[in-house]
């Protein structure tokens, strides 16, 4: 098949990568494949192809600093909840011609695979790519912003079930303000183009199934990959050397970009580490928290245990050398459609805490590879860290090794090449 994959994010950086991986995948099974991205950049590999110009880079960068200044002069935008993470408030803005994007690609593709929209194309856009090839449409969601008028994380309100409006990432009490124009802009153009939604997690799955946007349109799931041979058990003492980390510490990670972000909930985590502290003495030598992301300043006075700070780790070498070094990942997230870190987590062998949310559904199977505590309960969240520091050396073996097993069955790349290849295949 003739496979077109189409992404806004750079291919060889942090997420951007989910698309390169997919591309690099399909094309080992025999596809021709080509991958349009927004990113300019210099790509060794010659099915990458990138839209943005470094001039045009440079002049959108320009703009978007000229702009800023003149919010910031006359406040023309709205304030925004950041909470919601509505980046672009006019998503009916077009920033580019279908048209100049086809004639990128040497090949009409039969099946077309989209992901990260951010400033790059529209729901106009698949309408066009759809009509002029014919081409099935995929769309892998990272988030859940092709469900909305605008967030990325739409917490409790159900505007994408009914059609936005009253926005309250927007503090809006308007039905027709501007999540209302964008949800009927994105229905126009989906209710007429042949699109289906690839959701990466049970979570993210069940919300595509209420959303108004897609109610008719196929659904499916298939979990992100994660590379097995980076992230792999390793003996515990000879991981912990390489942090200085004494070998009869029990290690608990955590981390995200953003320590202070709010729905990566660690306000939750750092009240669950101090019950833990108050009903368990006799870890109160033994733990040590592995800490990896920005913003610690902010969170380090919350922390009642012995830590360690690894700050933001810049590449996956160094993520899966901290897993390595751990005995248990905790993952306090209140609204999230993964982590990642879970994937990774669990192909590393780790048990994992985590609150019902995202990817855990999935990966965090109780009495198996780990705790599922009820959502922003954090005696629940520390009652789960208890029972997995506590596991005879046996029983946590066993964990270990059903949570490596899980994920080779539903995490490792050929899987995940399999069954998108099987969905554009039906």
């Known amino acids: 098949m003739n496979i077109l994959i189409i992404s806004a994010l750079h291919p060889y950086k ?7 991986n997919i591309n690099k995948g399909l094309k080992i ?20 192809i990138c839209m943005e110009s470094y001039s045009s880079k440079q002049f959108a960068r320009f703009l978007d600093k000229g ?11 709205k304030k925004r909840d950041s909470n919601y993470c509505f980046q672009d408030l006019n998503q009916t803005v077009k920033y580019y011609k279908t048209k100049d994007i086809l004639k990128k690609v040497t090949f009409n593709p039969d099946i077309i695979l989209y992901l990260f929209p951010g400033k790059f194309l529209n729901e106009k856009n698949l309408y066009e790519l759809n009509k002029i090839t014919k081409a099935p449409i995929f769309w892998y ?45 994105k229905q126009e153009y989906l209710s007429k183009t042949d699109i ?25 799931k298939v979990l992100l990959t994660v590379d097995p041979v980076l992230f792999c058990p390793a003996p515990k003492a000879e991981a912990k050397k390489k942090f200085n980390i004494e070998a009869k510490k029990k290690v608990i990670f955590f981390g995200c970009v953003l320590l202070d972000e709010k729905r990566k909930g660690i306000q939750y985590l750092t009240e669950a580490f101090k019950i833990l502290k108050q009903t368990n ?24 245990f012995e830590y360690k700070y690894l700050g933001l780790l810049e590449n996956n070498e160094e993520l899966a050398f901290a897993f390595q070094a751990s005995d248990i990942f905790v993952c306090p997230s209140i609204e999230d459609s ?6 990774q987590a ?39 860290i208890s029972t997995m520091l506590s596991l005879d050396k046996e029983t946590y073996e066993q964990y270990a090794q059903n949570s490596r097993q899980l994920a080779l069955q539903t995490c490792a790349p050929d899987i995940q090449i399999e069954k998108i290849e099987k969905l554009f295949l039906k």
């Open 14 to 20: 942090v997420a951007g990568t989910v698309a390169y």
């Open 29 to 48: 099974k025999g596809h021709q494949t080509k991958l349009i991205v927004k990113a300019n950049g210099k790509y060794a590999d010659e099915d990458i």
């Open 67 to 77: 702009k800023r200044i003149i919010n910031t002069v006359i406040k023309i935008i």
């Open 141 to 185: 969601l990272m988030d859940s912003a092709a469900l909305t008028g605008g967030c990325h994380y739409s917490w409790n309100c159900n505007g994408y079930m009914i059609g936005c409006g009253n926005c309250p990432a927007l503090y809006s009490d308007s039905a027709d303000d501007q999540s209302a124009i964008n949800f009927k802009f």
């Open 196 to 220: 289906s939604i690839i959701a990466p997690t049970e979570w993210q799955y069940q919300m595509s199934l209420k959303s108004l946007l897609f109610k008719e349109k196929p659904i499916h």
């Open 281 to 304: 003495e006799k870890y109160l030598d033994d733990i040590l928290l592995l800490v990896a992301g920005k913003n610690f300043e902010l969170i380090k006075s919350e922390l009642p």
């Open 338 to 343: 993964g982590p990642m870190m879970i994937n």
């Open 346 to 384: 669990t192909m590393s062998g780790l048990p994992v805490v985590s609150f019902e949310m995202g990817v855990s559904f999935d990966l965090v199977v109780p009495n198996k590879t780990g705790y599922i505590a009820k959502l922003k309960d954090s005696n629940d969240l520390a009652m789960g």
